[in-house]
């Protein structure tokens, strides 16, 4: 039997057949890509770089667009919004048909209007913030997302930790544009449960103490910490309450999965639990062999898991699109129509990818698709047995 990665490619040179008649191998199709690949970020935004380039090059295996190779440019945004912004501008100015990028909300948000002025869509797949995908009216949007967003995730970690009598909620947070949009989002979902936290504590990125805002919690009585932050943060938090003796679980969303907290807090964030699209067991053929051709290529350990999966579902669905434009006219309202439309279901790594975007909806996923992580022993696995059972079926959106 052939492997999901031979079946994938094999029905990308199907579509080709498709379209217009073969051409012979010509100017490359730029295809931006945007993230940060130094500095505090780059533990998730080099795995998601790493997936894109994966796709890409099986792609390219296959002949690209219509003869065409795909070739990215890339531009590393250091995590730093105006970094980020001068490097959305290069990228339109280089001439690139869509951009792939951003995994930091307040980056993210900084050069949106860059693209939606320019017509030329962006698609996010690690950036969660919840405020990315409302900033311009659905039908007119040309920004779309293959990340879970916070909207989402919040409300999932929400039920869970609710469901184990965790309802005395300390909130911490960080106050970049992540962060920010995180505490309204974990604020909303708990006043949808009748709750609202004992104790928020908002802090700087770079803080290296918060012992005075932990036993603030503490006092306050809260029975679990919900945190809210991508860097080392999160584990200056878990040694915090580790130092404290005070035994309470950690929460949040994906950002507990990156080496930044795990490798970090060591010991201390063992047991933390967080949303996950994606967790990096070979639980059925596409994703072992996203996870064989990644370890064939890269020749390391996957930092963290969901960006590089996320990127890859990402590249493909871009593709997916651009087999649907059978003119060769990759203009940038024919990229977005074409993102909008995309007809032919892609089964993912993520997900099953059937009609992923609209008009009215530039959001890949929904909740259904997520599970709960837990860190155990340095990895993240499946907190609950029926979710590692119900992974063996890659979920559709709802």
């Known amino acids: 039997m052939r492997s999901w990665i031979v079946s994938a490619v094999a029905g990308l040179a199907a579509a080709l057949s498709l379209g217009v008649a073969a051409q012979t191998a010509g100017v490359p199709v730029k295809v931006g890509l945007i993230g940060p690949f130094t500095g505090p970020s780059s533990d998730f935004g080099i795995p998601m770089k790493n997936g894109i380039e994966l796709a890409i090059r099986e792609i390219n295996a296959v002949g690209g667009y219509l003869g065409r190779p795909l070739q990215l440019v890339i531009k590393d945004d250091q995590g730093n919004p105006d970094v980020g912004l001068k490097g959305a501008q290069e990228l339109l100015a280089d001439g690139v048909v869509a951009t792939i990028g951003f995994c930091n909300t307040g980056v993210a948000m900084k050069s949106l209007e860059v693209f939606q002025t320019a017509q030329k869509p962006l698609i996010v797949p690690c950036a969660t913030g919840t405020p990315i995908t409302a900033k311009f009216p659905a039908a007119d949007s040309y920004i779309f997302r293959t990340s879970a967003k916070d909207a989402i995730q919040a409300p999932f970690v929400v039920e ?23 505490l309204k989002d974990v604020e909303a979902a708990l006043a949808a449960k009748n709750l609202k936290a004992v104790y928020v504590g908002r802090f700087a990125l770079g803080v290296k103490d918060l012992q005075t805002e932990l036993k603030a919690a503490r006092d306050a009585g809260a029975n679990v910490v919900f945190s809210y932050t991508v860097g080392p943060e999160n584990a200056v938090i878990a040694l915090g309450r580790k130092e404290l003796k005070w035994a309470v679980p950690q929460v949040g969303a ?7 907290f795990i490798d970090g807090a060591k010991d201390a964030a063992d047991g933390a639990l967080m949303a996950q699209t994606f967790i990096a067991e070979p639980s059925n053929e596409r994703r072992a062999a996203f996870l ?7 020749q390391k350990k996957m930092a963290v898991p969901m960006a590089a999966a996320q990127g890859y ?10 087999f649907g434009i059978r003119d060769g006219n990759l ?3 024919a990229m977005k129509t074409a993102l909008e439309n995309i007809s032919r279901v892609f089964y993912g ?18 909740q259904n698709m997520l599970v709960m992580g837990k860190v155990q022993g340095g990895v993240v696995t499946f907190a609950y047995p029926e979710d590692a059972k119900r992974n063996l079926q890659v979920q559709r959106k709802q």
């Open 160 to 182: 869970d930790i609710v469901k184990r009598g965790w309802t005395r909620v300390a909130i911490f947070a960080d106050t970049t544009g992540y962060g920010e949009a995180g």
């Open 254 to 260: 994906w950002p507990l999965s990156f080496p930044f």
């Open 313 to 322: 579902d990402t590249t493909y669905l871009l593709a997916y699109a651009m």
């Open 331 to 333: 203009n940038g309202p």
């Open 349 to 366: 790594v993520v997900a099953t990818y059937e009609k992923p975007f609209s008009r009215a909806d530039k959001d890949a996923l929904t």
């Open 292 to 298: 064989s051709a990644y370890a064939r290529k890269h």
